[in-house]
């Protein structure tokens, strides 16, 4: 990629922009106001056709979830496997014949994990 600034020309690869990315990542997670805890409406946040996961699982009891991005590339969260159980039954609904109503998994972090209804 070509960047042009003040006169100044750049050229920067995709580890470049990664490591751009990824520190602007982390300086985000420090400003104000902080994401809601809640998933945004419909269209207001990053999306990604294609969606690829893994999870894996270790033997303290937590699970590492990861989710891939084209242009963020792995994002990985942990939590309790006790969490994951009802991210299982999420996907169970959601790929059932005819779910009875929109429904999301929501997990605060704290060990308290929820489907609800949209």
Same mark, same amino acid.
């Given at each position: =990629?070509?960047?042009? /600034?003040?006169?100044?020309?750049?050229?920067?690869?995709?580890?470049?922009?990664? /490591? !751009?990315?990824?520190?602007?990542?982390?300086?985000?997670? +420090? =400003?104000?106001?902080?994401?809601?805890?809640?998933?945004?409406?419909?269209?207001? $946040?990053?999306?990604?056709?294609? &969606?690829?996961?893994?999870?894996?699982?270790?033997?303290?009891?937590? &699970? +590492?979830?990861? %989710? +891939?991005?084209?242009?963020?590339?792995? %994002?990985? &969260?942990? =939590?309790?496997?006790?969490?994951?159980?009802? !991210?299982?039954?999420?996907?169970?609904?959601?790929? $059932?014949? /005819?779910? $009875?109503?929109?429904?999301?998994? /929501?997990?605060?972090? #704290?060990? +308290? #994990?929820? %489907?609800? $209804?949209?």
């Amino acid at each position: =990629m070509n960047l042009d /600034a003040s006169g100044e020309h750049a050229t920067v690869h995709a580890q470049e922009v990664q /490591a !751009l990315v990824a520190e602007l990542t982390r300086l985000r997670a +420090r =400003m104000s106001p902080a994401y809601p805890a809640t998933p945004p409406p419909d269209n207001a $946040s990053l999306s990604a056709d294609e &969606c690829r996961f893994a999870v894996g699982v270790d033997t303290g009891g937590e &699970c +590492r979830f990861w %989710i +891939r991005h084209a242009g963020l590339g792995w %994002i990985s &969260c942990f =939590m309790p496997v006790d969490a994951m159980l009802p !991210l299982a039954d999420l996907f169970r609904h959601a790929t $059932s014949n /005819a779910p $009875s109503e929109a429904a999301f998994f /929501a997990f605060d972090g #704290s060990g +308290r #994990s929820r %489907i609800a $209804s949209r």
